[in-house]
């Protein structure tokens, strides 16, 4: 039995994405010249669809990375002299603290405890860069685009935000923030191995500033390199062109089901999982809190019924994913993505209020 994967990332495949596979290998896409036209076509195509799908205003560019990952550490070099800020409540959003610290930067954070969220936040003087995770994957928390709203009226800091584990769900306001991205194992549903970073002119800006000061931007993915090679729907290095052609052709149906009937759906699924969970004598949702509540990333604890609950769900062809670091023998995860119809998460909830 092929099980559906519930983990958030690598998830489950959007169910296009073999077919697209199968045709780029036809069209030899994998060995396609990244310096001809044709790239730039998919390039191009990719940037204009994610455009389209996200409401992304043309002041905005559109680069790929090799990982979210990378972006943490791209966006400190490009986007901090000194001093980021962030918002750190969990292992995702700790990452990006860490990476800072890592390249020799002066970060500052406002923690509170795994599974709690953010309700106000006050920027201290002196951040060059707001860090906020809009989806913790670790714990289930999502934080609103209110308090990024927030943070944007206190201080003249960049924005940026990690929804890595969101995106397409949420609706961002371009207004309130610089620097957005995510990675395609998740919600895109593709295989791993491609980081999309949306950056506005005052990101390349303070790049350029930067680098007026000598200070180091790294070297082929530095924004002002980036940018250099965008104006021509180019790349500074040979990338990921299999990725970025299945992201156009995935973006592409992402348009054709309709943005806001995927976000429906989405809120239907999380409604029917929190309901289950909500009912469920033992096994209760890790993040109490609606305002908090993650709706692509849900968090069961299950307690000592965690390996029996996964046991019994696989047997029923559902793989959940495990918890998140301390949590792995406590709670369960369950992605709801794209790729996750409405029948698998009406079975999924069938399944745990019978367990
Ligand atoms: C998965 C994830 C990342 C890391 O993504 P990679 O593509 O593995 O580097 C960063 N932030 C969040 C919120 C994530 O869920």
């Known amino acids: 039995m092929t099980l559906i994967n519930f983990t958030p990332g690598p998830s489950q495949l959007y169910p296009t994405v073999e077919g697209h596979t199968l045709q780029a290998f036809r069209e030899k896409i994998p060995s396609l010249a990244h310096r001809s036209k044709t ?17 992304i205003p043309s002041h905005f560019h559109i680069f790929f990375a090799g990982s979210a990952s990378e972006i943490f550490e791209r966006s400190i070099q490009n986007l901090v002299e000194q001093h980021s800020f962030h ?14 610290q890592l390249l020799c930067k002066q970060p500052v954070k406002m923690e509170v405890e795994e599974g709690q969220g953010f309700r106000q936040v006050v920027i201290p003087e002196g951040a060059e860069l707001v860090a906020i995770t809009n989806n913790e994957t670790s ?21 940026s935000v990690d929804a890595v584990s ?12 610089d620097s957005l991205f995510f ?24 790049a350029a500033e ?7 931007t790294g070297s082929y993915h530095s924004l002002s390199s980036f940018r250099k090679h965008e104006i021509n729907f180019q790349t500074p290095e040979t990338p990921n062109v299999l990725g970025i052609y299945l992201l156009d052709k995935v973006a592409g149906d992402f348009l054709l089901k309709g943005v806001d009937v995927m976000r429906r759906e989405t809120e239907y699924k999380a409604d029917l999982l929190y309901q289950a969970l909500a009912r469920h004598g033992k096994i209760k949702a ?9 709706q692509t990333v849900i968090v069961a604890d299950c307690g000592e019924e965690t390996e029996a609950l996964s046991s019994y769900l696989q047997s029923h062809g559902l793989q959940p994913g495990s918890g998140y670091g301390k949590f792995k023998r406590q709670q369960l995860r369950f992605a709801n993505f794209p790729a996750h ?13 019978k367990f």
């Open 166 to 177: 969101s995106l397409p769900y949420p609706v961002f306001d371009f207004r309130q923030l």
């Open 341 to 353: 119809s409405i029948k698998s998460f009406e079975l999924l909830s069938e399944k745990i209020m």
């Open 210 to 216: 930067l680098e007026s000061k000598k200070v180091c």
């Open 286 to 294: 890790f993040i109490k809190e609606k305002d908090f509540q993650s």
């Open 87 to 100: 918002l750190v409540n969990g292992a995702f959003s700790k990452r990006y603290f860490e990476i800072a």
């Open 139 to 159: 714990t289930g928390v999502r934080t609103s685009v209110e308090l990024i709203a927030d943070a944007r009226k206190q201080s003249p800091a960049l924005i």
């Open 183 to 206: 990675s395609v194992q998740k919600a895109f549903g593709m295989p791993a191995g491609l980081g999309v970073w949306i950056v506005n002119d005052r990101c390349l800006e303070k």
């Open 39 to 55: 790239f730039e076509a998919i390039y191009r195509g990719a940037d204009e669809k994610l455009r389209a799908l996200l409401g």
